[in-house]
């Protein structure tokens, strides 16, 4: 990879599209550096020679940079054309999130471009982890720029404050630079190599069991469906496929995100990934009713894992707060899963006789009637078909088609959402329970807290997220990124494919 | 027979085949002895076959995918497959045991593994055959493996080699309950255990037929087959991966490559044609509305149709609309210049009829409205020939679909006839097409005829594969194809086909 590699972040010229735009020039009659023992092959001699010579012009034009290999790419701390800085910003809390000037302090001031960039870099030298990796901006005026890379935070950092997006997304790692996709020769020299094995829930997929809230708001009570789900999914990538950097972030309004950081999962091709997904994976079908939770037993010993943790859920989530059976028409739906119709009769009749009972009654109904005789199958099943009820209702549903894919692209974490203007945020596992999704600052409340900050400034300069709110969820980030980090400098440099000999 | 040596340099002696000259070393010629009646497929056939062979019995292995391909389509269970494919097995590619004692044994299962890997050279070339390929011929492997002899099964098992830890007893029963839940055995039955990245087994992860602890997928002993099965799978995976990177020099053999081309065009669903990287045109700068008009003289004639109706009428109708919205989209127009394109094009229309009735179902075409799945999927994919040629017909003061189809063939020629071509044998052969509806026959004349010159030029000084001519079969790969031939030597290398990279 001499080129992007040669590249120090010190030396970058300042606008990045003129880098693009040389690039191009320079790299067209060169393809694929990556393949370049398979293409250089293939090509005929003239060009061949051709190609070195173009390869030494790049090296001889980057090389001299090597030198200067400081790392100051990311760091917060505000470069001269900055510094003139508070222009005290004048932000009340009736400002609208979107507005150009919020968004500009919020790049300026508070998002952790240098975590960001250790987190997706993998280590603190810039390599191209980082710049190789795909962002998708979404402007203000709602376009969308696919195939951005930066080969450094600061790049990155610059393209935000000047683009403002009103969020960005993050994809794989690519073979080439994403920037230079156009300029190759062999369509498939650009492809994705890499990218976290990544999860959404979103409460969409629980509008048909969720009573207290509809649509795009959310509570406390139905934020619960959100907790249970990290629960389960995160102890099953723990303990079951052994992963270690799982970093769960609050999407900004209505659910989360998970990104699995370790190596052995950023290389996991589709199908690896699918496989990943169907074993999460347990309701089928949609909302037209009917029975939605068909597994084998004896449950698989991460459904039975799964349902110990979901059954306590179960009875304050469900039954008490949201209460889902209360309706006579939802409450037929209860019926549809029971097995036993004698069962089913009995229960309805007693239902009739009592409108409007709430689901915990109704619950316990369940085994009560079945007792005093009203069962004509056995227990056992009784129980089970009770267990796949709890499982319909619990467990997490995930919107499985992220997942499956190398190369879809999830929003990046510190992002403002556009419509709460609430940063999204990390969650910490440890502590999931007491994750308020509504306390989670606003970009406005932020930028508020810094003008209100009166600390003394040492002669350390104090980070602007220091003296606000965000604190604890970037020192939170800081610390998963710094784990993550430890670990990827163990691990042993990946192999490069051998472009020997081979048949066929 | 055909050999990659990367260390080779002159091009004449790759990618060689031919049956009545001997140009390889007797050793590399041995014929292989097959042992087994499964096959790994790990080592390439060496010996020679004639061109008749290597067409036979490509096509041969060829229906006995496409039916399977057929019977997963129909959802016909494994059981019901394997009924249905033993005639077509039979007929086509049979191959039986060691225990049958038949003569032809041995050149039953020289058929089937040359076969095998003639196909494999020829779906390798996009990642969406070399997925389908993969896909089917694991299906094959399994029926097999299913019906093959016991003993047989054992012995090729054991041949592979394959690296299966053996659980031990103090970590069977430290995972007893587990193991239990899994096997779905009684207390008392025993059974042995394999242990292997989970990667290995994907298909028995996402089936929770096995128990996953840190990483390893504990696989009961009668799993086997999946385990088989799914090492089949990657290492085919692997292998097309590395013949499509060595591609490109098969085209040297120019009487391998039709067939090649062939193969893999019967085999091409109806939209897969369509490649998002035909948005990526060397050269091309990025598309504005204004340019639209310009350029429309390299669409082909169903987009310059709804191109001339709309700049006639200042409008069009819904499905006109979709149809070149997305092979505007396709062609890679952004989406606030294809807002800016129809606002313009539609003059008629005041600014708040537009925003209210028209610009949302650009947008949502563009994915950037919509539900979560049309967002995630950046829209609707541009329409393939087959798309267009399966539609309903387009209804009074509707312009949508394929003119050769939808046209009378007087209004067609006539309208040709205004684009520019005159040929008088060409309009010929062009009606003929369309009589015998064989439509985009007719469209790739066309085609032909007016990048004639460009066509000879790049097939002679070899700057184009026979692939990156091959037939069109959709209309943005029509837009891309014209636009590079008439801009070649201004710096655009021409890549034609590629690799879908986006979804
Ligand atoms: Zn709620």
């Not at chain 2, 294809?338 to 925003?355: E, H, M, T």
Request: net charge neutral; glycine share 4%.
């Amino acid at each position: 990879m001499p080129l992007s590699m040669s590249r120090s972040p010190g030396a970058t010229p300042v606008d990045d599209s003129s880098r693009t735009i040389s690039q191009v020039s320079t790299l067209k009659s060169e393809p694929d550096t990556q393949s370049q023992d398979l293409s250089m092959a293939d090509a005929p001699a003239s060009s061949d020679e051709e190609a070195a010579k173009t390869k030494v012009n790049l090296e001889d034009l980057f090389d001299d940079e090597d030198s200067d290999n400081e790392f100051p790419s990311s760091a917060p701390q505000i470069k001269s054309e900055e510094a003139s800085q508070p222009i005290p910003l004048k932000i009340t809390s009736k400002s609208a999130y979107s507005d150009p000037e919020i968004m500009r302090a919020f790049y300026q001031r508070l998002f952790p471009f240098r975590h960001l960039f250790q987190w997706l870099n993998h280590s603190p030298t810039p390599s191209n982890d980082f710049a190789h990796r795909e962002f998708a901006f979404t402007l203000p005026n709602d376009a969308y720029l696919r195939y951005q890379s930066f080969p450094t935070a600061d790049l990155l950092r610059k393209q935000c404050i000047a683009q403002l997006p009103s969020r960005f997304e993050i994809g794989p790692v690519y073979s080439t630079n994403p920037r230079d996709r156009k300029t190759l020769r062999k369509a498939s020299a650009f492809r994705p190599l890499s990218k976290e094995l990544v999860f959404d829930i979103d409460m969409t997929d629980y509008d048909d069991i969720r009573t207290c809230c509809t649509g795009a708001s959310i509570c406390e009570k139905c934020w619960s469906f959100i907790t249970m789900a990290i629960k389960v999914i995160d102890v099953a990538l723990r303990d079951d496929l052994g992963f270690k950097h799982i970093l769960w972030v609050y999407s900004g309004r209505r659910g989360a995100h998970a990104w699995v950081c370790d190596k052995r999962a950023r290389e996991l091709d589709d199908s690896r990934r699918r496989s990943i997904a169907g074993y999460l994976e347990l309701l089928k079908g949609g909302d037209q009713g009917g029975k939605r939770v068909n597994v084998r037993r004896p449950l698989h010993p991460h459904l039975d894992r799964s349902l110990d943790i979901l059954k306590e859920h179960f009875q304050t989530t469900i039954l008490r707060e949201q209460d889902p059976w209360a309706e006579d028409a939802k409450a037929a739906h209860l019926l549809n899963l029971l097995p036993d119709k004698t069962l089913r009769d009995a229960l309805q009749k007693k239902w009739d006789s009592a409108p409007e009972r709430p689901s915990a009654a109704k619950w316990a109904d369940i085994d009560a009637v079945a007792k005093s005789g009203s069962l004509s199958k056995s227990s056992r099943d009784l129980l089970e078909a009770k267990q796949d009820i709890v499982l319909e209702y619990t467990y997490p549903r995930l919107d499985a088609e992220v997942s499956k894919k190398l190369n879809h692209l999830l929003k990046s974490p510190f992002v403002v959402h556009p419509g709460t203007g609430r940063v999204c945020v990390p969650i910490d596992t440890r502590r999931v329970e007491e994750f308020d999704p509504l306390g989670v600052p606003t970009v406005t409340q932020l930028l508020q807290e810094i003008d209100e900050w009166r600390g003394e400034e040492g002669e350390k300069k104090v980070p602007d997220w220091d003296k606000t709110s965000l604190k604890p969820y970037v020192d939170f980030f800081r610390g998963f990124v710094a784990s993550l980090l430890r670990d990827e400098k163990g691990a042993v440099k990946r192999e490069r494919e051998d472009g020997d000999a081979m048949e066929f | 027979m055909i050999r990659h040596d990367y260390s080779r340099v002159e091009p004449k002696r790759r990618a060689y085949i031919d049956p009545k000259k001997k140009q390889f070393a007797k050793v590399e010629f041995q014929q292989q002895e097959y042992k087994h009646r499964l096959n790994y497929y790990v080592l390439p056939p060496t010996a020679e076959i004639t061109l008749e062979e290597f067409e036979t019995w490509a096509i041969n292995r060829l229906k006995v995918l496409s039916e399977l391909e057929a019977c997963s389509f129909r959802n016909r269970s494994p059981e019901e497959t394997a009924e249905y494919m033993k005639s077509i097995l039979d007929k086509y590619l049979p191959l039986r045991s060691n225990s049958s004692r038949s003569r032809d044994l041995q050149e039953e299962r020289r058929k089937d593994h040359y076969s095998h890997f003639i196909l494999r050279l020829a779906f390798s070339s996009t990642e969406d055959l070399r997925r389908r390929f993969s896909r089917l011929e694991t299906m094959l492997f399994r029926l097999r493996f299913k019906e093959d002899d016991l003993r047989e099964r054992q012995d090729f098992v054991s041949s592979l080699n394959l690296e299966w830890e053996e659980v031990g007893d103090d970590e069977k029963r430290e995972l007893k309950e587990a193991l239990a839940a899994v096997s779905g055995l009684k207390k008392g039955e025993e059974q042995g255990w394999f242990k292997v990245d989970f990667e290995r087994v994907p298909e028995l992860v996402e089936q929770r037929k096995v128990v996953l602890k840190r990483g390893k997928a504990y696989v009961p002993q009668r799993e086997q087959m999946s385990l088989v099965v799914a090492e089949f799978t990657k290492r085919l995976d692997d292998a097309l991966e590395l013949t499509a990177r060595a591609l490109p020099r098969l085209d040297e053999d120019d009487r391998l490559a039709p067939i090649l081309a062939h193969l893999s065009q019967s085999f091409m669903a109806p939209d897969a044609a369509y490649s998002s990287s035909d948005a990526n045109i060397d050269g091309l700068s990025t598309i504005t509305a204004p340019a639209i008009d310009n350029l429309s003289q390299h669409f082909p004639l169903c987009m310059q149709n709804l191109h001339q109706t709309l700049r006639r009428d200042s409008h069009l109708k819904h499905f006109g609309r979709l149809q070149y919205t997305l092979f505007l989209k396709g062609i890679g127009l952004s989406l606030e210049e294809c807002i800016v394109f129809w606002r313009r094009s539609f003059k008629l229309i005041q600014d708040d009829k537009f925003n209210k009735e028209y610009r949302y179902n650009i947008r949502h075409s563009y994915g950037d409205v919509g539900g979560d799945a049309n967002r995630r999927g950046r829209g609707y994919t541009p329409y393939s020939c087959q798309k267009l040629l399966t539609e309903p017909l387009p209804g009074p003061g509707q312009a949508h679909g394929c003119p050769y189809r939808t046209f009378e063939p007087d209004n067609l020629i006539a309208m040709l006839q205004r684009t520019g071509v005159s040929d008088r044998d060409l309009l010929k052969g062009v009606r003929e097409d369309v009589g015998k509806q064989r439509y985009h026959v007719a469209c790739n004349r066309v085609f032909e005829h007016s990048h004639k010159k460009e066509m000879k030029k790049v097939k002679d000084d070899g700057t184009w594969s026979a692939a990156d001519l091959d037939t069109i079969v959709h209309p943005n790969t029509y837009f891309k194809r014209s636009w590079l031939l008439k801009h070649l030597g201004e710096g655009n290398a021409g890549v034609v086909n590629g690799d879908k990279m986006e979804e």
